[in-house]
């Protein structure tokens, strides 16, 4: 399902004030309610073409594009849950396909192109098998590489009246660049991006929440174009001149 998606960059100093002026409004999303201050933390690793074609369509701002991304939660090991997520943008509307598999295959499938014998539960047919192919023919198609690793923490809501829009802070983003597959749950060194600052996201569906419009003028919060992957990459010096890659031929393997 397609749904509008709303970012703003906000001062860390609002934070406590914005949470209070929503909590009325708002449920606390069920993934954040055991842990440590409803916060989880999200690791992705981006993946790009040679030339970082995905990054300059972002950048360009093309209305239509896509993103290609490993993603896992928390701690994560071995067993955990991670997902192939192809993530396509047409303006601010956004739809997300992704299929899940254990953190231990994930060489194995990106090595051999085979996500049916490694994909998990019930997505081995239908939709889930559909977005891992999608997701690895893009990958061989273009020849896809990790590019950078994004990580941020979560605090992520719903509107308790109509739990379709969903509201999320995310704070604490940080990156590496040219990681390997094992460094999405890895304590290595990050680069941290958006000192002083949280993205603030809004995802809804066909009608922006009215009661949201006094909080935004409260705040003074403007819509921005707000882009965790372009960021890190940015920050994280991935590009050593326009159009190329740093360091391409210490490009890591899948494995």
């Known amino acids: 399902m397609a749904r509008h998606e709303l970012k703003y960059l906000v001062p860390v100093r609002l934070q406590a004030s914005l949470r209070r ?3 009325p409004f708002l449920s606390l999303d069920s993934h954040a309610r055991h842990h440590r201050d409803n916060t989880y933390t999200i690791h992705s690793i ?5 030339g970082l074609d995905y990054y300059y369509e972002k950048d360009a701002g093309l209305w239509r594009r896509l993103k290609l991304r490993v993603r ?3 701690e994560g090991g071995d067993e955990a849950t991670v997902f192939l997520e192809i993530k396509r943008k047409a303006g601010d509307l956004g739809t997300k396909d992704r299929a899940p598999i254990r953190f231990r ?6 090595a051999s192109g085979d996500a049916g014998r490694y994909l998990l539960g ?3 047919s239908g939709k889930g098998a559909d977005s891992a192919c999608h997701f690895l023919y893009h990958v061989h198609r273009y020849s896809l590489r990790p590019a950078v690793l994004v990580r941020y923490d979560r605090e992520a809501y719903f509107e308790t009246e109509d739990p379709s829009v969903r509201l999320t802070f995310d704070k604490n983003l940080r990156g590496a660049a040219h990681p390997h597959l094992r460094d999405l749950y890895a304590d290595i060194p990050v680069q941290p991006s958006l000192p002083g600052c949280f993205v603030l996201e ?6 922006f929440p009215e009661w949201l419009w006094p909080v935004m003028e409260e705040f003074r919060l403007e819509r921005q174009s707000v882009s965790k992957y372009c960021t890190c990459v940015d920050d994280c010096r991935v590009l ?3 159009g ?3 360091a391409a031929t210490d490009f890591p393997p899948w494995s």
């Open 244 to 246: 190329r890659l740093a």
């Open 46 to 50: 981006y993946l790009d073409t040679p």
């Open 105 to 110: 295959d994930l060489p194995a499938v990106l």
């Open 240 to 242: 050593d001149r326009p």
């Open 122 to 124: 019930e997505v081995r």
């Open 202 to 207: 809004v995802k809804f569906g066909t009608r």
């Open 72 to 74: 896992g939660y928390d």
């Open 21 to 23: 002026r929503l909590e």
